[in-house]
């Protein structure tokens, strides 16, 4: 299935991913990203055999590390309840059209994205720095100094179609109006590209 979506793509498909399914894009290697885990590596799956939790329970007794041996070798950042966030916008990008440079989102969740690298695509939208990220709400220090400057909107071409990925639902509950004239960017301008 996965090999339909990249040639519908590659023949001039736009797929529009949000939140749950920008993760999901991501995973099955369709968006050249990854969502990133609490110490800052990409969340992928650990291969077959490879040592986890169990490596600080093999270690000597006098070695015997508890936080170690109970801390899950790959844990998530910790999630955001229905934070107000500041997003900078690339104003050089058709996505961004409508928009003054920068917008607030809604931030709900526990997805960090990694900025696609300029050779696969264009962040369109990055979350601010550590000082200005929060616009409204609560985040932990620790979140917030993970989700400053990663990326919130993505484009990635992909042939002659476009893959265009959001990492929160940019028409929560109605909210915010400048979010979801994004999404209306990405159904209206991603086709006609």
Known sequence: MLDRVREWMRTGGTLVTLGEASRWAASANLLETATELRDGRPDRPAPQGAAG?????????????????????????DATSGVIARVLMNMEHWL??????????????????TPLTLDRGTNVG???????????????????????????L???PVGQGHLIAFAEDPNFRGFTELTQMLLMNAVLFGPSR
């Open 53 to 77: 939790g169990d490596a600080a329970r093999a270690t000597p007794p006098g070695k015997y590390d508890y936080d170690a041996a109970i801390t899950p070798p790959r844990e998530r950042p």
């Open 154 to 156: 993505m484009h990635q």
């Open 96 to 113: 961004s059209s409508g928009t003054d440079g920068e917008i607030q989102a809604m931030v709900e969740g526990d997805r960090v994205f």
């Open 126 to 152: 990055v979350y601010a720095d550590e000082a200005t990220l929060v616009a409204g709400g609560l985040v932990w220090p620790d979140v917030r100094k993970q989700l400053a400057r990663k990326a919130f």
